[in-house]
């Protein structure tokens, strides 16, 4: 669910990327560590930094492990990097795996059973490293026992309420799988609800992948739907029952491109994002606001309710417009790309409050909004 960004100086060379920092909670059983393990191999050729409570609880396999890094760190064959640790190291250790040398794109912090996400999101979001950023908080449940877990850990409930994406997996060993979707979206505050088996969830759902290929310049969005098609491993990875298109989890998912030349009013591209059906998992992109901001572009990064803006300068060779791709499920990608054209304006001046919207979600900002559930 993160985004990475970062920010040119004025001699055009880009410092070290802000690494999104993707906290993984569920209670025992719920199958997160499977949900991460298949994050970790199946990491599209990004570089996964993982913080485990424990490394007896998750499931490498031995010939995955490459070596020791020290104490409590191994190096997975794929690149990915996993670490133990207890939660007074989490500090400490968000800062090793931010290190640029590790060439890490994404963390992700996977909780015990019985942790407190709230105050582990708090520690993320109280990190001073400047190399990171909170990409949300993911909550997997498993359907099978939802009803059970709520009765024994009530506090579920609220845990649901502050997450950005819901992973309800073991819908299969489920006999109304329906009706636990259906409870499971009305306990949320506009959290994404991703139906999974087997934790096989998109990785594109939680961070951006790393193109498969380098690329001059600008990269393209439509990496997205390229990575995967003809080119995978063959693997049944799909969500809900998956499909084994070449490994690709897009599967049985709608997928949106919008593209425009013209800029996008700020004030309007904001009440379309707050009024995105709870379907729209995924929007990924960056947006040009023209005369609102004629010195940068913004990166868009939004998982279920949880929205980030990044702003980066534009490059002298960059072509503004607006590149975005939104991925859900029983979405009407006709009316959205509708919507988003709605939110064009070719109006020459600014409007003098209408990047209020915009910056209350740009990290760092005064007017940030707090981590804390609204309502559920």
Request: glycine share 12%; aromatic share 6%.
């Amino acid at each position: 669910m993160g985004n990475s960004s970062a920010h040119e100086t004025d001699g055009g060379r880009r410092p070290q990327q802000q690494i999104p920092v993707v906290v993984l909670a569920g209670f025992l059983g719920s199958g997160k560590t499977t949900l991460l393990n298949h994050l970790l191999h199946r990491s599209a050729g990004s570089r996964i930094g993982a913080i485990v409570n424990d490394f007896g609880a998750i499931e490498i396999d031995a010939l995955a492990v490459a070596g020791a890094l020290g104490d409590s760190t191994v190096s997975l064959g794929n690149g990915c990097l996993c670490c133990a640790v207890d939660a007074g190291e989490l500090d400490v250790y968000l800062g090793k795996l931010a290190a640029p040398e590790t060439g890490v794109d994404v963390i992700v912090i996977e909780a015990s059973g019985l942790a407190e996400p709230q105050e582990l999101v708090r520690m993320v979001l109280a990190s001073e490293h400047p190399g990171i950023v909170y990409g949300g908080l993911v909550e997997v449940v498993d359907a099978a026992e939802f009803d059970d877990t709520r009765a024994r850990h009530p506090e579920i409930d609220r845990h649901l309420a502050l997450a950005d994406l819901v992973v309800v997996n073991k819908l299969d060993r489920t006999a109304d799988p329906e009706r636990v979707l259906a409870l499971v979206g009305s306990l949320t505050d506009r959290a994404a609800v991703v139906p999974a088996t087997y934790g096989r969830v998109d990785p594109e759902f939680l961070f951006d992948c790393r193109p498969s290929e380098e690329r001059i310049g600008q990269l393209s969005f439509d990496d997205l739907h390229d990575h995967g098609d003809g080119q995978g491993d063959g693997h049944d990875t799909g969500g809900l029952g998956g499909s084994g298109h070449a490994g690709h989890l897009h599967t049985g998912y709608d997928s949106l491109s919008f593209v425009s030349d013209v800029p996008l009013d700020p004030r309007r591209l904001m009440r379309f994002l707050d009024s995105r059906p709870e379907g729209l998992y995924r929007i990924k992109g960056h947006v040009d606001l023209g005369p609102n901001d004629l010195r940068n572009r913004y990166t868009m990064h939004a998982v279920g309710r949880f929205l980030r803006f990044y702003p980066e300068p534009w490059a002298p060779a960059d072509e503004r417009r607006t590149q975005l791709v939104l991925i859900g499920s029983g979405i009407d990608t006709e009316a959205l790309g509708t919507e988003l054209k709605g939110c064009e304006s070719d109006a020459p001046h600014a409007d003098e409050h209408g990047m209020w919207g915009v910056l209350r979600y740009v990290q760092g900002s005064e007017d940030e909004p707090d981590p804390e559930p609204r309502g559920g």
